[in-house]
C-alpha cells in the first residue's frame, strides 16, 4: 500500500512522478532541485542559495509527510560539478547535523545535467 504526499509549499511535480510517497513507515521523496515553489523558477545565485532552496523544499515535504530531517535515514546528492561538494555539504549538514543528531547515511554523485540545468538535486528517504 501507498500514499501520495502532496504539498504547495514546494515545487509540484513536473512530470509523471510524486513529491513523495509513503509506503511500510518510509517516505520517499523525490529529488527536490532548487525551485521557487511560488515561481517554478530556478532560484538565482550559486551552489549556496541552489542548495539552501533545495533543502527547504525538502523540509516542506517532510513536513507535510508529518516527519522532519532528524527521521531521514538515507540520502543522495547529485552535483553538476563536485567542486561545489564543500560549499553544498555546508548547507546540508546545518539541516541534518549537530545538536546530538544522527546524520543520515549519503551518496553523492556528480551528474553532466539536472532538470533546469540545476546545479544540486537532493532526494531523501525519512522514516514516519
Do not use: H
Amino acid at each position: 500500500m501507498k500514499e501520495q504526499v502532496r504539498t504547495q509549499s514546494a515545487p509540484q511535480a513536473i512530470g509523471p512522478y510524486s513529491q513523495a510517497v509513503k509506503s511500510a513507515g518510509l517516505l520517499f521523496a523525490s529529488g527536490q532541485v532548487a525551485l521557487d515553489p511560488a515561481t517554478s523558477s530556478i532560484v538565482s545565485g550559486g551552489i549556496v542559495e541552489q542548495t539552501e532552496r533545495v533543502m527547504k523544499n525538502i523540509a516542506a515535504v517532510l513536513e507535510a509527510s508529518g516527519t522532519s530531517f532528524d527521521r531521514v535515514i538515507k540520502s543522495t546528492v547529485f552535483l553538476k560539478d563536485m567542486g561545489d561538494f564543500a560549499k553544498m555539504n555546508e548547507i546540508y549538514g546545518r539541516y541534518v547535523s549537530g545538536d546530538g543528531k544522527i546524520a543520515p547515511a549519503r551518496s553523492t554523485v556528480e551528474v553532466s545535467r539536472l532538470p533546469k540545468d540545476a546545479l544540486v538535486e537532493i532526494e531523501v528517504i525519512a522514516l514516519l
